[in-house]
């Protein structure tokens, strides 16, 4: 849920339910990476309460757009790093395999 105004959609709150701070800090990181990104912090309200409040404040874009560019770009992340992760598994069992291996010559 967007909460904003309708003067100044360069700054907007967004509360997000089941956020946590993994998520959030994430997030933030992204968005502070975009030049467009004035200000840009997170607060959960309560422990108990499952939701993370997302701020953010721009240099003049509409803050919904860089935070959706800022989602789809920690999702490109989460993927070369999911990626990386498997070529990397395979790697290593590509070369336990071979190293474990006894091959004679019986010729």
Not at 78 to 89: I, L, P, Y
């Amino acid at each position: 849920m967007e909460l904003g105004t309708l003067s100044d959609p360069s700054q907007s709150t967004f509360s997000l339910i089941d956020g946590d701070h993994t998520f959030a800090n994430a997030i933030r990181f992204t968005l502070n990476q975009d030049p467009r990104t004035k200000f840009c912090g997170y607060s959960i309200p309560h422990p108990s309460d499952n939701r993370v409040n997302i701020r953010i404040q721009t240099t003049g874009d509409q803050a919904k757009d860089v935070f959706r560019d800022a989602c789809q770009d920690l999702m490109v992340m989460c993927q070369h790093v999911s990626n990386t992760f498997d070529k990397a598994v395979v790697d290593f069992k590509m070369s336990k395999s071979v190293d474990g291996m006894d091959i004679e010559s019986n010729s």
